[in-house]
């Protein structure tokens, strides 16, 4: 650790940190093996220690018991973190470090004073906007018209490339209610997350995921009364605000009758099945919680165990040449789900489906990372495109609003406009229709 994180006088740090946050029992669990540090982006591109999960975790537990300063060196090795979870899928000790940083950042929004720009960013667009679709639509309707006249260099490079690499004419979120099921017999009922920015930037691949749904037999609810899953708070450890979105999730996806509940981006799944630990100390909603969570299941999940919607995939094939599929961290790692969206893809591709170096490396989009350490963001955007280049293939499929943007306008930075890259759902559909220009990039 550098100097300047030290504190001579535990005593005086704890007082002066509030200390106290940290799960000790759960810190214990990593024995600093540092068989995570492969799998950490911020550490293979930094090399420094204390941007790794087990210095970091060294850190948190240096916050707790006084020996580190809550002061701005400190603060910024947390706060690089991506929140990948990376290292997690690594660790032979099940380390915890998803949970680990929930409390840490939690500790640090309460004890830390931000920079104005920092705060207005968190507080203004991280959770004044993107948690809500229709304000998002609102406020993105003059940056469209900005770009569309030409004048799209005079904003900045955030805003501009997340423009760029949304669908041409995302807009106001308008898909909700019932669609009934067409693939022949009807084979239950299942309900689906909109999301915040699918609702809004992708708004046809949600139309896609209906579609598919539909064909596979199922008839789609899609509740009006939805709201954001609580992802981008509970990964800054605005735990509170997380747990108030959650249970207006569970009143509107309150039906037994929904057999399973669909959500089609992985960062938004991976925190609607942690519903049942945010919840668990809630008596009214710990149970319902439960029981939501264990119905959630990815797009790719659901369909790849369907053996006779696989079988139904068409051979059709406007795309041809090689496909590569980038892992989103928040299937990969927290949810697990590797193989299902490879099985989906083989079923159309066969030998075509090519592997990609580091596809499960995060590629700087992280949900709301970019707007908070830009830098760093660039950094490994520009290693996911150089792997994506690397591999080969002609169309990049993936299954997470953030990684598409983030790779679209990665592409168009380094001056390639020939790789497509698609949401899995997209790309399925496609295959399944006629269509041949869907109008993705």
């Given at each position: 650790?550098?100097?300047?994180?030290?504190?001579?006088?535990?005593?005086?740090?704890?007082?002066?940190?509030?200390?106290?946050?940290?799960?000790?029992?759960?810190?214990?669990?990593?024995?600093?093996?540092?068989?995570?540090?492969?799998?950490?982006?911020?550490?293979?591109?930094?090399?420094?220690?204390?941007?790794?999960?087990?210095?970091?975790?060294?850190?948190?537990?240096?916050?707790?018991?006084?020996?580190?300063?809550?002061?701005?060196?400190?603060?910024?090795?947390?706060?690089?973190?991506?929140?990948?979870?990376?290292?997690?899928?690594?660790?032979?000790?099940?380390?915890?470090?998803?949970?680990?940083?929930?409390?840490?950042?939690?500790?640090?929004?309460?004890?830390?004073?931000?920079?104005?720009?920092?705060?207005?960013?968190?507080?203004?667009?991280?959770?004044?906007?993107?948690?809500?679709?229709?304000?998002?639509?609102?406020?993105?309707?003059?940056?469209?018209?900005?770009?569309?006249?030409?004048?799209?260099?005079?904003?900045?490079?955030?805003?501009?490339?997340?423009?760029?690499?949304?669908?041409?004419?995302?807009?106001?979120?308008?898909?909700?209610?019932?669609?009934?099921?067409?693939?022949?017999?009807?084979?239950?009922?299942?309900?689906?997350?909109?999301?915040?920015?699918?609702?809004?930037?992708?708004?046809?691949?949600?139309?896609?995921?209906?579609?598919?749904?539909?064909?596979?037999?199922?008839?789609?609810?899609?509740?009006?009364?939805?709201?954001?899953?609580?992802?981008?708070?509970?990964?800054?450890?605005?735990?509170?605000?997380?747990?108030?979105?959650?249970?207006?999730?569970?009143?509107?996806?309150?039906?037994?009758?929904?057999?399973?509940?669909?959500?089609?981006?992985?960062?938004?799944?991976?925190?609607?099945?942690?519903?049942?630990?945010?919840?668990?100390?809630?008596?009214?909603?710990?149970?319902?919680?439960?029981?939501?969570?264990?119905?959630?299941?990815?797009?790719?999940?659901?369909?790849?165990?369907?053996?006779?919607?696989?079988?139904?995939?068409?051979?059709?094939?406007?795309?041809?040449?090689?496909?590569?599929?980038?892992?989103?961290?928040?299937?990969?790692?927290?949810?697990?789900?590797?193989?299902?969206?490879?099985?989906?893809?083989?079923?159309?591709?066969?030998?075509?489906?090519?592997?990609?170096?580091?596809?499960?490396?995060?590629?700087?989009?992280?949900?709301?990372?970019?707007?908070?350490?830009?830098?760093?963001?660039?950094?490994?955007?520009?290693?996911?495109?150089?792997?994506?280049?690397?591999?080969?293939?002609?169309?990049?499929?993936?299954?997470?609003?953030?990684?598409?943007?983030?790779?679209?306008?990665?592409?168009?930075?380094?001056g390639n406009t020939t790789v497509r890259v698609m949401h899995l759902a997209d790309f399925l559909w496609v295959h399944m229709t006629t269509k041949t220009e869907p109008g993705h990039g």
């Amino acid at each position: 650790m550098k100097d300047d994180v030290h504190n001579d006088d535990p005593k005086v740090a704890r007082a002066a940190t509030g200390a106290g946050f940290l799960d000790e029992g759960r810190a214990l669990t990593c024995i600093h093996c540092g068989l995570c540090l492969g799998s950490c982006p911020t550490y293979l591109e930094t090399g420094n220690e204390n941007d790794s999960p087990r210095g970091r975790i060294y850190l948190m537990r240096g916050l707790e018991d006084g020996r580190f300063a809550l002061n701005a060196s400190t603060v910024n090795h947390l706060d690089l973190c991506l929140g990948c979870l990376a290292c997690e899928s690594a660790c032979p000790s099940g380390v915890q470090y998803g949970v680990l940083l929930e409390e840490t950042r939690e500790h640090l929004d309460r004890h830390y004073g931000r920079r104005s720009m920092r705060r207005f960013i968190e507080r203004v667009i991280i959770e004044g906007l993107l948690p809500f679709p229709r304000r998002l639509a609102l406020a993105l309707m003059p940056v469209r018209l900005v770009c569309r006249v030409g004048l799209g260099r005079w904003l900045p490079s955030w805003l501009r490339e997340t423009v760029s690499g949304a669908e041409d004419r995302a807009g106001r979120p308008t898909l909700a209610g019932f669609h009934p099921a067409t693939g022949g017999a009807r084979r239950g009922t299942v309900g689906l997350v909109s999301g915040c920015v699918m609702s809004v930037l992708f708004e046809r691949t949600n139309a896609a995921t209906v579609a598919l749904l539909n064909h596979a037999g199922y008839d789609v609810v899609i509740p009006p009364t939805q709201g954001c899953c609580g992802a981008l708070h509970l990964h800054r450890g605005r735990r509170a605000t997380a747990r108030e979105f959650a249970r207006r999730n569970l009143e509107a996806f309150g039906s037994d009758r929904l057999d399973a509940i669909i959500i089609n981006a992985a960062g938004c799944g991976s925190a609607l099945k942690e519903y049942g630990r945010l919840l668990a100390d809630d008596p009214a909603w710990a149970k319902p919680a439960r029981a939501f969570s264990d119905r959630v299941r990815d797009l790719s999940e659901f369909l790849a165990g369907d053996a006779g919607f696989r079988q139904s995939l068409s051979a059709r094939d406007p795309y041809p040449g090689l496909v590569a599929f980038h892992d989103a961290c928040h299937l990969a790692h927290a949810q697990q789900i590797v193989r299902e969206p490879r099985e989906l893809l083989r079923a159309v591709l066969g030998d075509r489906l090519v592997s990609m170096p580091e596809s499960d490396v995060c590629c700087g989009g992280a949900g709301s990372y970019f707007l908070t350490q830009p830098g760093m963001a660039a950094r490994l955007q520009d290693r996911k495109i150089g792997n994506v280049l690397r591999a080969g293939a002609g169309t990049v499929v993936t299954t997470n609003p953030g990684c598409l943007l983030q790779i679209r306008a990665g592409l168009r930075r380094h001056g390639n406009t020939t790789v497509r890259v698609m949401h899995l759902a997209d790309f399925l559909w496609v295959h399944m229709t006629t269509k041949t220009e869907p109008g993705h990039g």
